[in-house]
């Protein structure tokens, strides 16, 4: 007989990803079915935003930084414009933070809606899948009507927001959250009552509120894990701190968990939508804003839909950033479920994956593309 | 809360800092030497003050001959950065990996884009550029000058 290989066995996942129609490069080094460590290449969709944004003006820089995700664009520009505003001492008037505010929950409801779908899809449920897409489409009319985009809404200004929301739009809001309101209910029944979807979930990809709270995970990820970190609550900004959110926790940590606390955020994010759609501040939608910001730094921070989304901003008095760092909740999450994954099984590793909701996009920002000469 | 929750965190890194600043009210910043890195992110992530939310790199251009290597802890409103000031030739920093191993993707993204040495880092492979990007060249310098794109492939 021969002796045994102490070789390590690598699986690569990937550039194709086993979950999401995004591109990664995974290496899993396993042990019989069980993985011992793991690892990531990203980079496939690498596009040099921040180096962009510095050879950019203020301005200008921010139609780029809405680009780095699709599915919370909003979220992207609203914290960089938060930051900048910052540095030039000029906050938007009430009215447009309120406006802001309505459109980054929204942003949320599609969000969470689209990954019910991709998590369903991974866990075997087609129907459900296909349910959640279709609805998703209420909200992705409503910002169309809102602003002409289904995406990249382009809703911001430096000190302000381009787009009023009318008393007619309002109605068509309230009608469609009524809608998604129903869908939420149904959704939640599946995904704690039906029998199959349990099992691909209940108890899969695991996190404890230790592991969570050190791995540094952040979002849905970590509220699923009992670890209270939501920048909504925890540091509002725009008008959280009058229209608030409760926070939802759970316990468990695993990926059922993960499903309850986003459709339950969704009812959350309902609620705040309409308490602010009656109580929105009147007044001004811009603030006048100067073209040089004065040189400083700052740190701005909001709860996008997969959890705190970081920029830091450097000016050095000019027209354009002297530095945007950018570092998205996916990368942070990556992390957690890169070191949380090792000991599980390997096929439950898509369905790890696909918990997190990770974006790819907002990973891959920065650097140059070189076209083919 | 916030002003609480610096001032523990403050104390757990006392003595082993240079200099500290408060730029915003939410935030503290402190200037410390490569040497202290360890020592400060350890306490801090002993304690579970927080999380490391990114580490940021900074050039201050050719000129100054200085990068600047800033990790940044979140503690719900709280913001503690601890702030490395490198020279633009040879920089150096020990890893923070063994005392936070989640930090091993923000170090590989500093060590592409500003060419900073993360000591004893478990992982040093290229993170986001290419593998055929040419070494010594880090694209998030100043000196890095955004290449003009190449004409359009004719129709």
């Known amino acids: 007989m021969t002796s045994v290989s102490k070789e390590k066995f690598v699986i690569p996942i990937g550039p194709q990803h086993p979950a999401l129609k995004e591109p990664a490069h995974f290496e899993f080094t396993v042990d019989g079915e069980t993985v011992t460590a793991a690892s990531v290449r990203f980079g496939y969709v690498h596009r040099g935003i921040e180096k962009g944004a510095e050879n950019r003006n203020w301005t200008q820089a921010m139609y780029l930084l809405e680009r780095i995700c699709g599915i919370c664009s909003h979220a992207h520009s609203t914290v960089y414009a938060l930051g900048v505003e910052k540095l030039a001492g000029v906050p938007a008037p009430p009215r447009a933070q309120g406006i802001r505010q309505i459109l980054l929950e929204l942003e949320r409801l599609h969000s969470h809606m689209l990954w019910v779908g991709v998590a369903a899809h991974e866990a075997g449920f087609e129907t459900l899948f296909m349910y959640s897409w279709r609805d998703r489409e209420t909200v992705m009319d409503i910002l169309e009507s809102f602003s002409g985009n289904r995406v990249n809404y382009s809703a911001n200004l430096l000190g302000g927001v381009k787009y009023d929301l009318g008393p007619a739009q309002a109605d068509s809001i309230r009608r469609g959250l009524d809608f998604l309101e129903e869908r939420l209910h149904y959704y939640m029944k599946i995904v704690t009552t039906d029998e199959s979807f349990q099992r691909r979930t209940r108890g899969v990809g695991t996190m404890t509120t230790n592991e969570a709270e050190t791995l540094g995970a952040i979002g849905p990820v970590a509220r699923a894990s009992n670890v209270a970190r939501d920048l909504r609550v925890d540091a509002p900004y725009l008008l959280y701190d009058q229209f608030p959110v409760t926070i939802v926790l759970a316990s468990e940590g695993d990926l059922q968990a993960r499903f309850v606390v986003r459709i339950q955020e969704l009812f959350e994010s309902v609620r705040m939508i309409r308490n602010l759609l009656s109580g929105l501040p009147e007044g001004e939608l811009t603030a006048r804003f100067p073209r040089k910001i004065p040189a400083g730094e700052t740190i701005a921070r909001i709860e996008a839909p997969r959890g705190g989304l970081f920029y830091f901003i450097k000016s050095d008095g000019g027209e354009n950033p002297a530095r945007v760092k950018v570092r998205t909740p996916s990368l942070r999450n990556f992390m957690s479920v890169l070191v949380g994954s090792v000991g599980h099984q390997l096929a439950d590793v898509p369905m790890i994956l696909s918990g997190i909701d990770p974006c790819f996009s907002c990973n891959d920002r920065m650097i140059t593309v070189r076209r083919r000469a | ?155």
């Open chain 2, 1 to 155: 809360m916030t002003e609480t929750l610096l001032a523990q965190g403050l104390q757990l890194v006392e003595g082993k800092f240079v200099s500290q600043t408060a730029p915003e009210s939410n935030r503290i910043d402190l200037v410390i030497e490569p040497a202290q890195l360890t020592a400060c992110a350890g306490a801090l992530a002993a304690a579970h003050w927080g999380y490391l939310s990114a580490i940021t790199g900074l050039d201050h251009g050719m000129e100054s001959g200085k990068l600047e290597a800033l990790y940044h802890f979140c503690n719900r409103a709280a913001v503690i950065t601890l702030r490395v000031p490198l020279p633009r030739e040879n920089p150096v920093v020990p890893s923070v990996c063994g005392l936070i191993p989640s930090a091993t993707l923000f170090e590989r993204e500093l060590m592409e884009m500003f060419g900073v040495v993360c000591e004893g880092t478990p992982d040093s492979r290229r993170l986001f550029l290419p593998d055929d990007w040419p070494d010594g060249k880090y694209p998030l310098r100043k000196d890095f000058l955004v290449p003009a794109p190449a004409p359009e492939p004719e129709a």
